[in-house]
Every structure is written in C-alpha cells, then in structure tokens.
C-alpha cells in the first residue's frame, strides 16, 4: 500500500469517525421541519392569497416571488457570453474543411437530435406544471450542438448558417422578449414584472402560470442558444492549437 | 440514531469535497485543473444547499402540488422539502456556470497569449520541475 492511498484511508477514517461521534453527541441530527419561509411558499403557490398560480412551488420562486434575482440572473449568463464573444470574436471560422464521420453516425445523430429537441421543448414548456423549466429544458437541448459538432464536424455547422453571431443574435432577442415580459405590465399602471394580475392564469382552458409560461419559452431559447454560441466558441480550431495537437501535447 | 449517522456522514463527507476542492485549486498544477477543482466546490456547496431544504420524513416529496386540492396542501406541509434552497440553488448553478465559462475563455486566451497553462510558468517560477 503506498502512501497516498494509506493518507486516503486515513482521511476517510477520521471522517467517519467525525460524523458518528457528531451523530451521538447530538449536534448533528436529522431534520424532520422546514422554514417557515419555505411554507409560506407552499401554501401561496397555487391557492394562497399571493398566488403565482403555479402547482411548481419552485418555479414559483424562481419566476414570481424572486423573479427579478432570476432576470439579473440570466444577464449574468449574458455577459459572460458577451465576453466569450470579446476572446473569439476575432477568430475565422469558416476556412477550414472536414467530412465529418460516417453516414451511419450522422443519420443516427439527427435521429438523436429529434427526440432531445422533442424532450427538451416539453421539459421547458411543462415547467410550470412539473420540475423542470427553461433553463433545464435549454441546457438540455444544447446537448444537441454538443452531438451534431463531433458527427457533421463545427465547419459544417457554420457553412450551414448555424454561426457564433446568429446564436448571439438570438440569444438578445429572447433576452428582449423575458424584459418586455417583465415590463409590459408597467403600461398599464402595474408593478414591473406582474404575474396573474396581468397575464392570465388559463387559456383556453390550460394552465399557463400567466408570465411563467412565457419566461420559460425565452429562457429556453436564450439558454440553448446561449451554450451552443459556447460550444462553438471552444470547438473552433485555432492556428495556435493546431500546433500543440499535431505534436500530441494539448 | 441510523438515520443521524447516515446524515451525520453524509455532511461530514461534503465537508471533506470541499476541503479537497480547496486543495485542489490551491495546488493544482494548471489553470484547467484548478477551474475543475472549482467546479468541484461550487457543485458541493450547491448539494449542500439542497441538503439543507430536506427534511426526513416518510415519505419526503418535491414540493410540487400534482393535486390541484386545497386539501392537498396540508399533505404538502407535512411531506415537502423547502422549495427555497433549490431554487437558490438554481439560480447559482447558472451564476456558476456564467463564472465558470467566463474563466474557461480566460484560461483559452492565457494560453493563446502565453502558450502555457501551467500555473508556476504563468507566475515566473518555470525552473521548477514538478513530476506528475
């Protein structure tokens, strides 16, 4: 046995021994309540007097009840992209040629694109109703990028219009649309950012959430735009790179 | 008292992911390694997070109504974890990410500019020969 697996075993011994000494002396105990902040959210989800007419207490949170956080939060994600766009703007994309791999795996991987568009769209659209929602949804349907630059090959993508500029672009327009969803109740006379006093909870006959719906749709697409504009971002080769791969080194 | 050990090690052993994410951005040898040491730290204290809205009770559920009954909600009291933690959890996951990609194409043009991503090169101290 060699000295770092013996320090290994020794670590996790102490470990254990902290946590069952932690457990009888009583200081560590299992926790049967929750905060009362945590209740209040339960009981107004859906019923309560302060209602966001969401079943998803989470999603209540995220977009009602702390819904600005949620907005500065996705500026955030923004300007880290805006500053990927700052490190790679400069770098040419569409110079280089490569087939890619074979038929089989590029048909099987559009196949595979489907379905994780399809299960994406509903984990974004039902995330009002079920855990998920549009940042979930979007991380999900940026796996497909993922997928289709090691088959089809990132030139391919780019030759085919999907570039580090259009999924930007997209990106600021559905950023746009989650703002103009916040600011269209200002208009009428309410509090930005308005829920269910502006947009309705129903329609026709569905539950929607009035504004979480909409959130989400956005979220999704600025979410999934913006990791496929990452993604492209760090699959590009570079002249510098080129070099360091070719010697085996990376 | 099995299920205050089981919870007791459970927070004892995050404590430790965290420590050895510590360690491991302190120590690491590259930029990557120490961008996916904190990775590391940021994804523990996230299920630490999490950790903190559960509550041990039979059974413990998600705190999502999937009855639409008033009556449902004092089920839903009794059951559910704190909606809170993870939705502050989601919304750092994101920062998170936001941080982390920020420092990936930080770490990119380091290397661009620098052609190494050895953190001891970067700082002046390349005499030094550390084996793997």
Redesign the interface.
Known sequence: MNRRTTFLLIILTLDLAIAIALAFTGLVTTPVDIKQLGLFYIENSFFGEMSAMTPEVVSSIVWDYRGLDTIYETAVFFLAIVAGLAVFGTVETSSGVSKGLTNLAKTATKLMSLLIISVSASIALHGHLTPGGGFQGGSALAVTPLLLIPTFSVYELVNRGVTTTRLIAARGLALASIGLIALLPVFRGLEIATNTRFYPAYFMGQLISGSLFFYNIFEYLAVASGFAAIFLYISIPERCLDGEISRGGG | ?A???G???L???LG?NILIAIYGIVYGKTLTKKLISLTILSDTVNLFFIFI?????VPSI?????E?K?EY?EY??AH?????P??LV??G???G???N??I???I??T??LE?TVDARKLVGLETIEVEE
């Open positions: 008292m299920s205050s050990i919870w007791s090690v927070l004892t052993t430790l809205g559960y509550r041990y009770v998600p705190p999502v109504l999937v639409l008033p909600i839903l009291k559910g974890v704190d909606p809170l993870q939705a989601l919304t996951i994101v920062i990410m936001a941080v990609s920020l990936a194409f930080a990119i043009q290397y661009r052609k």
